[in-house]
């Protein structure tokens, strides 16, 4: 698994290793947010027989080739990119280097050792401001508005031609807003959670009206265990929740979740920010038999109450 030690990666781990699966996980660090917060994600696998971590970068083709020889894996799950819909903007070149050559270094490792099952994680994100709603995977996806968006439609199109060519089961699945304990510090919930509990001003884009479909992470790893047991061909699902919530409902819940008002700092709209995103999950819902379950007020319910232990955990140092 590559990004084994990020936010949707480190559940993974703990999901497939807790089942009795042996996982090798794969990432460099990157100093995009703090690792020592992606180190600490994985604390709880340090002492399992049945992970192990391996530090390097996606693009490292010799130490693909190394990894894949001395595995001889059963299932690539490939998590890891430079992430986010904004620094994307501001460093392109970067992005389409890590998201598209490293992908590709690892799908030519995946031929090469004869791999079976490849899954890539997506994002809704390649939808950009499709006006119909809500978004499904026959939709037209040919107009990103950001170059990560854009990253990741390449990147179903480099496991579109492997899975054609070279017979592997390739899943492709689009992820909808993921959050939950240990969800980035950069992304909305965890950002604006922190700042209202220290009584600081939660930057707010535009005027409230932009809807997310907020996924519990815990519904989005029983999707990836699915794609993974059901993986043939080549498949694209979206995995959302299903219920886009508004910006300014949004803050209101975590306000009600942290029992704090929030102090709004009003900005104009970003570069590269899609208005709305709506998952169409029928498709993952008939063939993965997947069923999103996590209601907002509980998932931000676990989110604070995670937020806070590790507030006390640094508090306590």
Not at 6 to 14: P, Q
Not at 50 to 69: K, M, N, P
Request: negative net charge.
């Amino acid at each position: 698994m590559t990004g084994a030690a990020g936010f949707i990666g480190s559940h993974l781990c703990e999901r497939l290793v807790h089942s009795g699966r042996r996982v090798v996980g794969l990432d460099n660090f990157d100093p995009f947010y703090d690792p020592a917060i992606k180190r600490r994600n994985l604390d709880t696998l340090s002492a399992s027989e049945l992970f192990e971590l391996v530090e390097g970068d996606i693009r490292d083709a010799e130490l693909a080739s190394a990894v894949f020889d001395k595995h001889r894996f059963d299932c690539v799950v490939h998590l890891a990119a430079k992430a986010g819909v904004r620094p994307s903007i501001e460093d392109p070149v970067g992005y389409m280097d890590v998201n598209i050559n490293g992908t590709a270094v690892l799908l030519d490792a995946a031929r090469q050792y004869g791999v079976k099952t490849f899954v890539f994680a997506s994002s809704s994100s390649v939808y950009g401001n499709n006006e119909k709603v809500p978004f499904a995977e026959t939709d037209n996806v040919d107009f990103p508005i950001s170059p990560y968006a854009a990253t990741k439609k390449a990147g179903e199109l480099i496991c579109h031609t492997y899975s054609h060519l070279y017979g592997i089961g390739m899943t492709c699945l689009r992820f909808f807003t993921v959050y939950g304990p240990r969800q980035r510090p950069d992304l909305a919930i965890h950002k604006f959670a922190r700042l209202i509990e220290a009584g600081a001003p939660i930057p707010v884009f535009g005027d409230g009206s932009m809807r997310r479909d907020f996924t519990y992470i815990d519904d989005i790893i029983d999707g990836v265990v699915a794609a993974m047991e059901s993986c043939g061909g080549y498949a694209i699902y979206n995995l959302g929740e299903s219920r886009p919530v508004r910006l300014d409902d949004l803050i209101a819940a975590i306000e009600t979740a942290l029992g704090k008002k929030a102090v709004l700092d009003r900005l104009p709209d970003q570069p590269g920010d899609v208005r709305q995103t709506y998952a169409d999950v029928d498709k993952a819902v008939r063939r993965l038999g997947y069923r999103p379950k996590t209601e907002l007020t509980d998932g931000l319910r676990r989110f604070v109450h995670w937020l806070r232990n590790e507030q006390k955990q640094k508090d306590n140092l």
